[in-house]
């Protein structure tokens, strides 16, 4: 696949490296629903965004929408528990992740959901991960962004309320906790302004999707 992405724009530095997790910011959102943010949680990642994007198995999914059968408008893989995951600084991040939230999540991350954002065209639309354990459970899914910085955006759950936007950019960690899966919902909205391609980690605990 081709990458587009103009490496040398983003990083300062060639080695791959994660950096503490203490520098994380917490913003309640109410209702239960928090979000924690790191920037440049990863730095050297140029060379994990061409990794990714050349060795993930990327797939392309449709949906029915209507009457329509229609692209699903961003490539996917999911790794689950036990799966080898594409590159060694992915379980770095999931064991970091992990250790860092032990005491407040009870479990481990486990999973991992990667999203190939091609270009401004491609998104993802409202939504709250309620396919298992988090439609009725707290939980956490811990966000990390390689590549073009694109915005993801919170919202109470059913719309309504003014919008949380957070811009992502190459390295920086999102982590949606507490309540925020069930009484918010987020988007990564498509985009006008010529952008390059993005790529978003998700870790979950098991049984969250
Ligand atoms: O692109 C992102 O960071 C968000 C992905 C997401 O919300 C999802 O795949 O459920």
Known sequence: MSTHLQGSLFDQTDQLRLGPLD????????????????PGWLSGADA?????ATAVPWR???RTMYDN???????LAF???????????LDEARTALSRHYAGELGEPFTTAGLCYYRDGRDSV???GDRIGRGSRQDTMVAILSVGEPRDLLLRPAGGGGTAVRRPLGHGDLIVMGGSCQRTWEHC?????RATGPRISIQFRPQGVR
């Not at 790794?79 to 600084?89: E, I, K, S, T």
């Open 23 to 38: 520098g994380l910011r917490r913003t309640a959102l109410g209702s239960g629903a928090w979000i924690d943010v790191l």
């Open 48 to 52: 994990l965004f061409e990794h990714l």
């Open 60 to 62: 392309a999914e449709q």
């Open 69 to 75: 059968v229609v692209a699903v408008p961003r490539l």
């Open 79 to 89: 790794y689950r528990a036990g799966d080898a995951l594409p590159h060694p600084v």
């Open 125 to 127: 639309a409202w939504h």
């Open 188 to 192: 990564v909205p498509k985009t006008s």
